[in-house]
């Protein structure tokens, strides 16, 4: 598939996008906010750098972009241009996810998976759903957890 804009547009919209403070990182944040949860943002301390850290409950929320991290799902699709580029981030992002996890879990942290598909587009949950998956998940004993979209493997 041929880009839609130029080179320049491109690379500016692809700078824009930030790592952390994304809408649904701040959507979950509010929403168990006013669930009376209370966290910390981006501790450095930890492996990942975990988007939300409840250190009462040892537990960390990840709120994963379906694209970055090669979710598959309907809302990830490998670039057609700079695929190489693209394949080398993409699977270097996951294998970082994926060592990240395990030293948290190593150090006695739960971890908790919320993806960008639960959220947004054709699969979203109803928010409500995905808070209440959340904060039960929180307040429990599991020692991890993960909330995707409704529709899975739909893809072209």
């Given at each position: 598939m041929i880009d839609i804009v130029d080179k320049?547009?491109?690379?500016?919209?692809m700078s824009g996008i930030r790592g952390k403070n994304t809408k649904p990182e701040i959507l979950v944040r509010k929403s168990l906010f006013s669930k009376g949860l209370r966290y910390r943002l981006h501790d450095k301390r930890l492996p990942g750098k975990p988007d939300l850290v409840f250190p009462k409950y040892k537990a960390v929320v990840f709120v994963n972009g379906?694209?970055?991290?090669?979710?598959?799902?309907?809302?990830?699709?490998?670039?057609?241009?700079?695929?190489?580029?693209w394949?080398?981030?993409?699977?270097?992002?996951?294998?970082?996810d994926r060592i990240n996890i395990e030293k948290l879990k190593k150090a006695g942290w739960r971890v908790f998976l919320v993806w960008e598909c639960a959220l947004k587009g054709k699969g979203k949950r109803p928010l409500e759903q995905v808070i209440n998956t959340l904060e039960?998940?929180?307040?429990?004993?599991?020692?991890?957890?993960?909330?995707?979209?409704?529709i899975e493997h739909d893809r072209e």
């Open positions: 320049k547009t491109r690379s500016r919209m379906c694209f970055w991290h090669g979710h598959d799902c309907y809302l990830f699709k490998w670039p057609s241009t700079r695929t190489g580029f394949k080398k981030k993409i699977t270097r992002n996951r294998e970082l039960s998940w929180i307040r429990g004993k599991k020692t991890e957890g993960e909330i995707r979209g409704l």
